[in-house]
């Protein structure tokens, strides 16, 4: 065993494990730990009494509910239709195929203010859809809502379709010969599989769409109290100086969305035993 270890190490691409483990910890702490902890410690400089005045206003309450309940719906919503887009992107041949595919990567490459814009246009009462829809989309909080499915849905597709292509058809292919129809031949066999992936890119989803700013303020219409998203509201507070306050709204996003995620991680570790347990 130890002479597997010491030929593991000597024919390793990357260098040492110390210098390379203390390389990632240096680039982490100066991209990620650094900046975080400037928040945490200008955020300490307030008294707890107004850390909570800060931090529990009905605007900022409002801002909260508005923020994380549009990104978990967006999130949800594209958890559904991301991998039916990837499943017709694995499973199915059809004209254009490569442009739908590329497509779907479309909002990664677009500046988020150019993608506000669009679909500000677009949702409007005068625009192409907007005018044709019974109730008003740009300027709402449903507005901010179809922001964040936009910025989102290439997270859950591109996460999912990998894991579809790796499926193997005779599995799918055993289930039917032993009986079971399509939908438990799906329920049973390729979603314990997909499940993992599927958790991962909904987690991401939401975590990009809760601190989304540029493609949401400008469908928002960022009415206090109605749609204004937090990030909206500390930048806000910035431009007042108060970067106390703008650091406290913050900290408790960053506080939220770690409680968050690393609930998401815990269910995703259980899926994928609950999938080798299968």
Request: net charge positive; glycine share 6%; charged share 10%.
């Amino acid at each position: 065993m130890l002479l597997r270890r010491t030929l593991l190490r000597r024919h390793s691409v990357l260098p040492g494990f110390d210098l390379a483990l203390g390389f990632a910890l240096l680039y982490i702490s100066l991209i990620v730990l650094i900046p975080l902890s400037a928040a945490f410690l200008k955020t300490f400089t307030m008294s707890w009494a107004q850390f909570l005045e800060a931090t529990t206003t009905p605007r900022v309450m409002a801002s909260y509910r508005l923020s994380f309940g549009a990104a978990a719906a967006a999130a949800l919503l594209n958890a559904v239709f991301g991998m039916v887009i990837a499943w017709v992107l694995v499973r199915y041949s059809f004209p254009f195929k490569r442009v739908v595919d590329a497509l779907v990567d479309l909002p990664f490459a677009l500046p988020t203010a150019v993608a506000g814009i669009a679909l500000t246009a677009i949702y409007a009462k005068n625009g192409s859809i907007g005018q044709w829809l019974p109730f008003q989309v740009s300027f709402t909080p449903l507005g901010v809502f179809v922001a964040l499915v936009f910025i989102g849905l290439p997270f859950v597709v591109r996460t999912v379709q990998p894991v579809l292509e790796d499926v193997s058809r005779e599995l799918e292919e055993a289930a039917a010969t032993l009986g079971a129809s399509r939908a438990q031949t799906f329920r049973q066999v390729v979603f314990p599989i997909v499940m993992p992936a599927l958790i991962t890119g909904t987690a991401l989803a939401f975590a990009r769409a809760l601190g989304e700013y540029g493609s949401v303020i400008f469908i928002a219409g960022n009415l206090p109290m109605v749609s204004e998203i937090t990030p909206l509201l500390i930048i806000t507070k910035l431009e007042q100086y108060d970067y106390a306050g703008a650091t406290a709204i913050a900290v408790v996003m960053l506080v939220a969305s770690f409680a968050l995620l690393l609930t998401i991680n815990l269910l995703q570790a259980w899926a994928r035993r609950r999938a080798g347990g299968l």
